[in-house]
Each structure stands twice: as C-alpha cells, then as structure tokens.
C-alpha cells in the first residue's frame, strides 16, 4: 500500500470524557499509518485532556495542544491548522467512531486520483441515552443522490457546483467531518472556521469550495455519527437559531448565483431547507415558552423579509413532509402551522425516539 500521502487529524476537545476514548482508539487501531492526530483541548473542565495525554505517552503520532483559555471549537480547529503537517486534513469529532480502514480507504483513492476535496459517506447512529446502544441507524451514502456508483469523482466545476447542492439535500455538505481536504488550498488562501455559532461548518465548507477544482465522494460508509443527547462540541443552547439558518442559506444561494448554477433544483432544495428551519425555530419558541400571540406575530414579521418572499415559490411539492408541514408557512396559514408544531414540539419531549426518526424524512 501506498503510504506516500499523509493526513494531519484535528480533534477539538471539550467535555467528551464519556467518548473520546473510544474515538481515539479508532484512530490509534488504522489500517494505515502515515498521519497524524492533533487534539486540541480547549479547557475541557472533565478528563478529556487526561485521556488523550495517555494516548499521547503511547504513540507518538499524537499531539496534545492546549489552548489558555476556552475559545470555542472554531477557534480549536483554526489552532489545529495550524500545527498540521499533512498533505491532507480531517476534522474529525471526539464523540463519533469512525471505520479502522478510514484512512486507508481515503489514501487508496488520493494515490490514484489526487483532488482537492474528498467526501466519504457516513451513518447517524440514534443511541439509547443511557445504555449507549444503537437504536437505529440512517446511512448517508451517493444512493441518497440517486447514483448507484461506488464513487463519483470529477474535476469539472459545473458539475462541482451541481454535486455541492446535490450534497445538500442530503446532509452531506455541511459537516466537516466527513471530508478530507488539500491542506495546501486551506493555508494558500488561509481559510478558518469563524467564530459564530451553529452554521461555522458550511461556512468553512462553503469557502473551501471557492478554490475546489476537483472532488470526489466515495460510497463507503466510513464514519459514524453519534446521537446520544449529548451536547454535541458545535450544539447547546442556540437564541438565534433561524437567523443563523438564514446566513447559512444565504452563504449557499450567493455562492450559487455566483457560478451561475443556481437553477430551480437548487432553489428548491434552498427553500425546503428555509422551510424547514422556520417550522424547527417555532418548535423552539414553544419549547422555550413563547406565548402563542407572539410566535404568530413572528410569523407575520417573517413573512415580509427577503428570503420568504422569494423562497416561498420555489418549494417542491413532492412529499408528505412539504405538504403538511412547510406548505402551511409557505401559504402564510401559520396558525395550521403553529398546531403542527405543536405536536412536534410534545413527541419530541414524551417520545424522542419517534422524533428522531421522524425528522430525518425530507
């Protein structure tokens, strides 16, 4: 095998004593041996520091790095960047696992296909919050794009451009966890994760793409995401969820208007995704105890504002999701609305498991 291409893994730390070493263990049983693993410890009040510092003492291709004080993940990343040295990096997180062939796999098609980003797919795995067990299992794989390729490579920009939306639809842009990326792009043009919460990794990702002049999205499954109810590094409490959802939107339609391929696929899956972020921040206001008068009152506000004047006509009509949740605000009926969200708002308390599952269909 090949082992020319080496790969920098920056693993921002805090609060994940109850994982990390299982992920670490992931990394440290590779089937492949040319890389690196960066754990940035950004003042984790548990033992996560202590766990990976063992891991540190018995191999060294991990690096331990701890910041003065708490900075946030963005900035734990940024510092990881900094330290690499691999031709290739990952950011990958301390409370997933992730395949022991991971890197091999990656590695195997950069020797034959060397490009400037590389997707692989992955599985959410909804554990029992007491038990760790897995429950159910969703894979994210190219067949959720309609190929039934084993990988897609290209470096063709339009069809880039068209595969980034394409990504999308199916959650597999926005993450930065299933990715390996050129190195020498991220430091040529000194890309960064910003400090803003929620949305920071399609930013990332998004300006990553300014430069991407090749891809490819491999259909192994190899990384697996976890959901146990923990606080995830990029989670917590979010205020201003929908306006961070709406910069997100932005980002993306501007980057499309950009190449010119904004088109009414993209469009459409643009506006499901403001749709569906509008009905998610009413579930909050009403978990946070928002009088009813005043979340329709926000409705009403919303309904003026620039992206629900222009996405309310482009949204698909093809399932019972768009039809009976997002067709409603779409149509300006958010009273149907608000009692939709409702009962989204009380399965998601008393019954999470049918929640979880529930929300993945799009």
């Given at each position: 095998?090949?082992?020319?291409?080496?790969?920098s893994?920056?693993?921002?730390?805090?609060?994940?004593?109850?994982?990390i070493?299982?992920?670490?263990?992931?990394?440290?049983m590779?089937?492949?041996d040319?890389?690196?693993?960066?754990?940035?410890?950004?003042?984790?009040?548990?033992?996560?520091?202590e766990?990976?510092k063992?891991?540190?003492?018995?191999?060294?291709?991990?690096?331990?790095?701890?910041?003065?004080?708490?900075?946030?993940?963005?900035?734990?990343?940024?510092?990881?960047?900094?330290?690499a040295?691999?031709?290739?990096?990952?950011?990958?997180?301390?409370?997933?696992t992730?395949?022991?062939?991971?890197?091999?796999?990656?590695?195997s098609?950069l020797?034959r296909?060397?490009?400037?980003l590389?997707?692989?797919?992955?599985?959410?795995?909804?554990?029992?919050?007491?038990?760790?067990k897995?429950?159910?299992?969703?894979?994210?794989?190219?067949a959720?794009m309609?190929?039934?390729?084993?990988?897609?490579?290209?470096?063709?920009a339009?069809t880039?451009?068209?595969?980034?939306?394409?990504?999308?639809?199916?959650?597999?842009?926005g993450?930065?966890?299933?990715?390996?990326?050129?190195?020498?792009?991220?430091?040529?043009?000194?890309?960064?994760?910003?400090?803003i919460?929620?949305?920071?990794?399609?930013?990332f990702?998004c300006?990553?793409?300014d430069?991407?002049?090749?891809?490819?999205?491999?259909?192994?499954?190899?990384?697996?995401?976890?959901?146990?109810?923990?606080?995830r590094?990029?989670?917590?409490?979010?205020?201003?969820?929908?306006?961070l959802?709406k910069?997100?939107?932005?980002r993306?339609?501007?980057?499309?208007?950009?190449?010119k391929?904004?088109?009414f696929?993209?469009?459409?899956?643009l506006s499901?995704?403001?749709?569906?972020?509008f009905?998610?921040?009413?579930?909050?206001?009403?978990?946070?105890?928002?009088?009813?008068?005043?979340?329709?009152?926000w409705?009403?506000?919303?309904?003026?504002?620039?992206?629900?004047?222009?996405?309310?006509?482009?949204l698909?009509?093809?399932?019972?999701?768009?039809?009976?949740?997002?067709k409603?605000?779409?149509?300006?009926?958010?009273?149907?609305?608000?009692?939709?969200?409702?009962l989204?708002?009380?399965?998601k308390?008393?019954?999470?498991?049918?929640?979880?599952?529930?929300?993945?269909?799009?």
């Amino acid at each position: 095998m090949n082992d020319n291409v080496k790969f920098s893994v920056i693993m921002p730390t805090y609060g994940v004593g109850d994982y990390i070493n299982e992920a670490l263990g992931c990394l440290m049983m590779q089937t492949y041996d040319n890389f690196e693993v960066i754990i940035v410890d950004d003042c984790s009040p548990d033992n996560s520091g202590e766990i990976a510092k063992g891991f540190v003492e018995r191999d060294d291709r991990f690096i331990y790095v701890r910041h003065d004080e708490n900075k946030g993940v963005s900035e734990a990343r940024n510092t990881g960047v900094l330290k690499a040295t691999g031709d290739y990096i990952l950011f990958l997180d301390p409370d997933d696992t992730y395949e022991q062939h991971l890197l091999q796999v990656i590695a195997s098609s950069l020797s034959r296909n060397p490009v400037d980003l590389l997707v692989y797919s992955f599985s959410e795995d909804y554990r029992n919050s007491s038990t760790g067990k897995i429950e159910y299992t969703r894979n994210i794989t190219l067949a959720d794009m309609d190929y039934d390729d084993d990988m897609l490579s290209t470096n063709d920009a339009v069809t880039i451009h068209r595969l980034a939306m394409q990504m999308e639809s199916v959650t597999m842009l926005g993450y930065p966890w299933n990715k390996a990326y050129k190195a020498d792009i991220i430091k040529k043009h000194s890309l960064h994760f910003q400090k803003i919460k929620h949305v920071e990794d399609i930013l990332f990702n998004c300006d990553f793409l300014d430069h991407t002049e090749s891809l490819t999205i491999l259909n192994d499954v190899l990384y697996h995401y976890r959901n146990q109810g923990q606080v995830r590094l990029t989670g917590g409490d979010i205020d201003d969820y929908f306006e961070l959802q709406k910069i997100r939107i932005r980002r993306i339609y501007g980057q499309q208007q950009k190449w010119k391929t904004c088109d009414f696929e993209a469009l459409g899956i643009l506006s499901k995704e403001y749709f569906r972020s509008f009905q998610s921040a009413m579930v909050r206001q009403l978990e946070t105890g928002v009088h009813t008068d005043n979340i329709l009152q926000w409705c009403r506000d919303e309904a003026d504002s620039v992206e629900y004047l222009e996405l309310r006509k482009y949204l698909p009509q093809d399932s019972m999701t768009i039809k009976m949740l997002y067709k409603p605000l779409a149509e300006g009926m958010f009273g149907t609305a608000l009692k939709h969200a409702r009962l989204m708002e009380y399965t998601k308390h008393y019954f999470p498991y049918v929640f979880n599952r529930a929300k993945q269909i799009r």
